[in-house]
């Protein structure tokens, strides 16, 4: 059992928008920023956002995020087969570690 | 631009003691004062931070793994360490190491390696 909450699975079609939730708590998205990665299947993970909503270099504009509170939402417009993969949601807990989620698989139909 | 590479044995014995090493390429972690991360994932499943070291050598560990184990920095060698001890069939995981500016986010990875430690 993951301490931040995704969906599972989400799907969308090509060319369409798709949305991640990731939920937490006061003591850890309430508390500190986050971050999201993509995993393409048989690859180590990729950092698409840090600090709530901003993008590494190299990481196109389709790809946005935002939080609230507890719990923090990533967007991915304009879908593209490249981007199936999973994605984990991540942040500090007031435990004193490094929280993921459980991740969600995007099925781009 | 940091290249990270993982070494070690895939299978470990029950009982015995998971030993990996990251080799950073690209800068020195205590020049550019990084911190070193070793986070796993089982087959099939999601990501574990197992803890992270600092360019000064102060460790940070996973709660729930802390007591097995440890992680260290070799200046000299441009490697940080991973160290867990008694092990069994649920610490089959890939491992990766990684790296970044502060514990998190983590900005580079290395590719990974995959430990077996048959039940």
């Known amino acids: 059992q993951s301490v931040l909450t995704q969906p599972p699975s989400v799907s969308a079609a090509p060319g369409q928008k798709v949305t991640i939730s990731c939920s937490g708590s006061s003591s850890n998205i309430g508390y500190n920023s986050v971050s999201w990665y993509q995993q393409v299947p048989g690859a180590a993970p990729k950092l698409l956002i840090y600090?709530?909503?901003k993008r590494p270099s190299g990481i196109p504009d389709r790809f946005s995020a935002s939080k609230s509170g507890t719990s923090a939402t990533l967007a991915i417009t304009g879908l593209q087969t490249g981007d199936e993969a999973d994605y984990y949601c991540?942040?500090?807990?007031?435990?004193?570690?490094?929280?993921f989620g459980g991740g969600t698989r995007l099925t781009v139909l | 631009q940091l290249q990270l590479q993982e070494s070690g044995p895939g299978l470990v014995k029950p009982s015995e003691t998971l030993s990996l090493t990251c080799s950073v390429s690209g800068a020195s972690i205590t020049n550019i004062h990084y911190y070193g991360t070793w986070i796993r994932q089982p087959p099939g499943r999601g990501l574990e931070w197992i803890g992270s070291?600092?360019?000064?050598?102060?460790?940070y560990y996973n709660p729930s793994l802390k007591s097995r184990v440890t992680i260290s920095l070799d200046t000299s060698k441009n490697q940080f360490s991973l160290k867990v001890n008694s092990v069994t069939a649920a610490d089959t995981a890939m491992y990766y190491c990684?790296?970044?500016?502060?514990?998190?986010?983590?900005?580079?990875w290395g590719q990974g390696t995959l430990v077996t430690v048959p039940s």
């Open positions: 991540e942040t500090w807990d007031r435990s004193l570690s490094v929280v």
């Open positions: 600090d709530n909503h």
């Open positions: 070291v600092s360019y000064s050598g102060s460790t």
């Open positions: 990684a790296s970044a500016a502060a514990i998190l986010p983590i900005h580079y």
